[in-house]
């Protein structure tokens, strides 16, 4: 039988990829404005708290412990060049992390480019008075640091949102910078990134809360990618819209704080965050609920075990999730290894046994190995008859399955002859007219006029 095997970046171990920042090689700069002189920007004083709770949690001992110097904190700044000279120096001495956040107001010129104000800034003359992200973006993409990591907490009002019909796919189309992991809050108008009386910003304050208070439902450390899963369903829970990200390689697993609120995993958890995370897929963030099914599917298998039954349950999640975020190969590969276990477990003749080699089988054909794809289902359709019966749906599927895999694979007339035999057993079993005899004799005559005559 043919297997499909995980590649390295498909299913990554926590205990060797994820890890703290490392303070004494990391720097930080944190750049905020919450005061503006001009009148059409509406002063921000939450985002002073934002620099001040921001910093407590980088340099915490418990965290990134960074050391005073290597955490730089820009408050009010008037002009661009300050900002740029303080970012330079960063990036220049930087070996492991260099971090970038920035809170305040942004703006779009009239080429759709991306713009972060200032407190001196005139939204009349943005290029010579803000701080052009273009430059942000070379700054982080030339410097040396292993991981960087951009923050973003923009508002945009007044004309900067009138000015542009589509401001959030101009601002998040400009944000992706190589090598470097980007969180940013979605552009909404002021008050809905700064609620009046509260004591951050809206994204700003979901993601220090989660930082500084943990959630029992991470492991140990908190990651950038639990950071970005956290804020965006908290975020979607109050109506508001999910931050997004831009992230390359493993840069999601790198951790910016211990996880406060950590309780090792137990049975009576796994149920809930199950539920979580398959609505999280269910919600549209198919990425998030990845993470969370990766991240449930190693704990429970090292709290567990690999063969307990909540273990195999939350893999089978976890395979689908592969699957349904584009990943066909990796989706073939996890299910492939859950059929193994569940055969152990249950003999590879057990219904669920079945249909994880039916869905091995599946996803191997979508990511484009037809030819193993009609072996699989080969091999299934003979072990799914013996245990359920010929005339059994899930069997005559298998049978389905092949058939069609046999097509596509090169094999027109096998996979005619192979339909021609199903639409006898449909017809002998459902009648003439049942819609699944209709179809099968529909395939039959495809596949029979692809082949051409004998």
């Not at 590649?7 to 750049?31: C, F, K, M, P, Y």
């Not at 990200?245 to 999601?252: A, E, N, P, Q, W």
């Amino acid at each position: 039988m043919r297997r499909y095997h995980l590649g390295s970046g498909t299913a990554r171990q926590e205990g060797d990829q994820v890890r703290l920042a490392g303070g004494s090689n990391s720097h930080a700069v944190l750049i905020g404005c919450g005061s503006y002189d001009d009148a059409e920007l509406p002063h921000l004083p939450a985002v002073r708290n934002n620099l001040d709770d921001l910093r407590a949690l980088l340099t915490s001992p418990r965290n990134v412990a960074l050391p005073e110097e290597r955490c730089t904190v820009l408050r009010d700044v008037r002009e661009p060049q300050k900002v740029g000279a303080a970012l330079s120096r960063a990036a220049s001495g930087v070996e492991d992390m260099f971090l970038v956040y920035f809170a305040g107001h942004g703006a779009l010129d009239e080429h759709g480019l991306l713009h972060l104000l200032l407190t001196g800034s005139d939204t009349r003359l943005l290029g010579w008075t803000s701080l052009r992200f273009d430059l942000i973006r070379q700054t982080m993409a030339s410097a040396p640091a292993r991981n960087r990591v951009l923050l973003l907490d923009c508002c945009f009002s007044g004309r900067a949102i009138e000015a542009m019909g589509d401001t959030a796919s101009l601002y998040f189309g400009q944000l992706e910078i190589a090598g470097t992991f980007v969180l940013a809050s979605a552009p909404a108008n002021t008050p809905a990134r700064a609620p009046l009386g509260e004591r951050h910003t809206l994204f700003t304050g979901e993601l220090i809360t989660f930082l500084r208070d943990g959630s029992a439902a991470e492991p140990e450390l908190l990651t950038l990618g639990a950071a970005y899963r956290h804020t965006a369903r908290v975020l979607a829970a109050k109506g508001e819209p999910r931050p997004q990200r831009c992230g390359t390689g493993t840069s999601d697993q790198l951790a910016l704080a211990a996880n406060t609120a950590f309780r090792h995993l137990t049975p009576e958890d796994v149920p809930e965050r199950l539920a979580g995370a398959v609505g999280m897929g269910e919600a549209g963030d198919l990425a998030g609920a990845l993470e969370a099914l990766n991240v449930l599917a190693q704990q429970c298998g090292r709290v567990l075990g690999a063969r307990h039954e909540l273990t195999l349950l939350t893999h089978r999640a976890l395979a689908h999730a592969e699957g349904e975020n584009g990943r066909a190969t990796a989706a073939a590969a996890r299910y492939a290894q859950l059929a193994e276990q569940l055969a152990v477990e249950h003999g590879p003749r057990h219904p669920d046994t079945l249909q994880a080699r039916h869905e091995h089988a599946r996803w191997a054909g979508i990511g484009g190995d037809a030819a193993a794809a009609a072996d699989l289902f080969a091999e299934l359709a003979v072990d799914a008859s013996g245990a359920l019966g010929p005339e059994d749906v899930r069997a005559l599927s298998c049978r389905w399955q092949h058939a069609h895999w046999l097509g596509v694979s090169g094999h027109p007339e096998r996979a005619a002859a192979a339909f021609a035999e199903l639409a006898e057993n449909y017809r002998s079993s459902l009648g003439e007219r049942h819609g699944d005899t209709r179809a099968a004799r529909r395939n039959h005559a495809y596949w029979r006029d692809t082949a051409g005559p004998a």
